[in-house]
T-cell receptor, first 114, second 112 residues
Framework: DSGVTQTPKHLITATGQRVTLRCSPR?????VYWYQQSLDQGLQFLIQ???????AKGNILERFSAQQFPDLHSELNLSSLELGDSALYFC?????????????FGPGTRLTVL | AQSVTQLGSHVSVSEGALVLLRCNYS??????LFWYVQYPNQGLQLLLK????ATLVKGINGFEAEFKKSETSFHLTKPSAHMSDAAEYFC??????????WGAGTKLIIKP
């Protein structure tokens, strides 16, 4: 158990809908990262937050947005969903912003768009 | 720009045999290098990392990796494979814009 929790574990929805994925980092970790893992694109970094502020942006679509709240939990919002958005979405946390820090991954949310 | 190449999407070894998973990177700055492992239906877990100092890095579960700057490689090895090592392994390199660049992953298959 990494100490990172993600809810829900599974999500099935239809095209055009909007969903919110939730992540609680390990106790004390200020950085949260979001990743998308799919068969065709592999593991893609989406976005990082540090103590409530956006720190780095990767291959995140404009239909996707995220935020980190004062209690440090984070949410990833996916809207106007398409079939291709079906994937595993991972959240990870680390103690600082430095890339030498280990990232602790949650168990993921499996999103299926029908 | 930084990039990571993992040679072989699938590697199959017999139980007790040497495990060698290859990772080559490109980076314009001194890199931080990582190996993560993903067991079925789980998130990723750090195996080992290289930041600075000793180029031979030991990780969990008997794995180690050697940073070779001249070859821009960070190959992962384990002397003797165990059935429990069956998983997907990801190599990653730090990028200059506060993110990790991930390889495509290598699935390790252990034959009994």
């Amino acid at each position: 158990d990494s100490g990172v929790t993600q809810t829900p574990k599974h999500l099935i929805t239809a095209t055009g809908q909007r969903v919110t994925l939730r992540c609680s980092p390990r106790s004390g970790d200020l950085s949260v990262y979001w990743y998308q893992q799919s068969l065709d694109q592999g593991l893609q970094f989406l976005i990082q937050y540090y103590n409530g502020e956006e720190r780095a942006k990767g291959n995140i679509l404009e239909r996707f947005s995220a935020q980190q709240f004062p209690d440090l939990h984070s949410e990833l919002n996916l809207s106007s969903l398409e079939l291709g958005d079906s994937a595993l979405y991972f959240c990870a946390s680390s103690g600082g912003t430095g890339l030498y820090n280990e990232q602790f991954f949650g168990p993921g949310t499996r999103l299926t768009v029908l | 720009a930084q990039s990571v190449t993992q040679l072989g999407s699938h590697v199959s070894v017999s139980e007790g045999a040497l495990v060698l998973l290859r990772c080559n990177y490109s980076s314009s700055v001194p890199p931080y290098l990582f190996w993560y492992v993903q067991y079925p239906n789980q998130g990723l877990q750090l195996l080992l990392k290289y930041t600075t100092g000793a180029t031979l890095v030991k990780g969990i579960n008997g794995f180690e990796a050697e940073f070779k700057k001249s070859e821009t490689s960070f190959h992962l090895t384990k002397p003797s494979a165990h059935m429990s090592d069956a998983a997907e392994y990801f190599c990653a390199v730090s990028a200059s814009n506060y993110q990790l660049i991930w390889g495509a992953g290598t699935k390790l298959i252990i034959k009994p």
